[in-house]
């Protein structure tokens, strides 16, 4: 797909690690114009400068998403780097393990604030450039917790990514009109850095609930993030994709 994206302007949210950067780099090396944002400066910034250093477009924003303010002048800086801003790839999230009982209110409001909240500001800031490129793309990281599945401890993560969804589905009812499509991705167990942290035994059990046998690769969320950003998707809009490996389909193990 190298080229394909050339002349597009691309922001991503959450890019320093992980998915976010996994999406950043499938954008980049598709041609277009890629901006990172999230809150570590330094990682942020290694990230984008690797991209450049492969002879990528690509530049480092930090931002809080969870400010408005913040989320505002992102994409006016974005807008004003590349002359427009025509996707928005809204993934910043965040997932403190937390049992039910021990959830604070600070706690419960800080993982709204950026997982929910945070999704609206970075939509919303988006709007005039996304209406102005003609043919807006919006795509939000979701996820199977929550939406399809649960976790102990994440009961919280869980009724945010379900809470995008509902957005989503708005918004793309009422941002059709602009000729901007809304959609999600929602990743099962993907290889990153935070799931490399729960160790060898938890990746090898969970292998074994996976049908296709397999991770998922950052590169998988990429490719579908490129999917629903095409000019070949523009009738799709409203919708939520799973990337699990037919993670969620068993009945029972075999």
């Excluded at 919006?138 to 009961?155: D, E, H, Y």
């Excluded at 950052?218 to 070949?232: G, H, Y």
């Amino acid at each position: 797909m190298s080229g394909r994206f050339a002349g597009k302007t691309v922001l991503v949210t959450g890019a320093s690690t992980g998915i976010g950067l996994g999406i950043a780099t499938g954008f980049a090396e598709a041609g277009a114009n890629v901006s990172l944002a999230a809150r570590s400066a330094d990682r942020l910034e290694e990230a984008a400068a690797a991209l450049r250093a492969r002879g990528l477009i690509a530049q480092a924003f930090t931002v809080d998403v969870a400010s408005a303010a913040a989320v505002q002048a992102l994409c006016k800086d974005v807008a004003a780097s590349f002359g427009g801003l025509d996707i928005l790839c809204a993934n910043a999230g965040i997932y403190p393990v937390t049992r039910l009982e021990d959830i604070t209110e600070a706690e419960w409001d800080q993982v709204l604030d950026v997982n929910v909240k945070g999704t609206f500001f970075c939509v919303q800031a988006a709007l005039p450039y996304l209406r102005a490129s003609g043919a807006g793309r919006v795509v939000l990281t979701s996820s199977i917790t929550g939406p399809v599945t649960g976790i102990s401890g994440l009961s919280h993560y869980g009724a945010s990514k379900a809470a995008q969804l509902g957005f989503m589905r708005t918004a793309a009812m009422e941002l059709a009109k602009d000729g901007i499509t809304v959609n999600a991705i929602l990743p099962g167990l993907i290889e990153t850095e935070a799931l490399a942290a729960l160790g060898e035994d938890y990746v090898k059990n969970a292998i074994n609930l996976i049908p296709v046998r397999r991770i998922g690769q950052v590169r998988d969320i990429a490719n579908a993030c490129l999917f629903f950003a095409a000019p070949e998707s523009g009738f799709i809009t409203g919708q939520g994709l799973v990337i699990d490996g037919g993670q969620t389909l068993p009945e029972a193990p075999e």
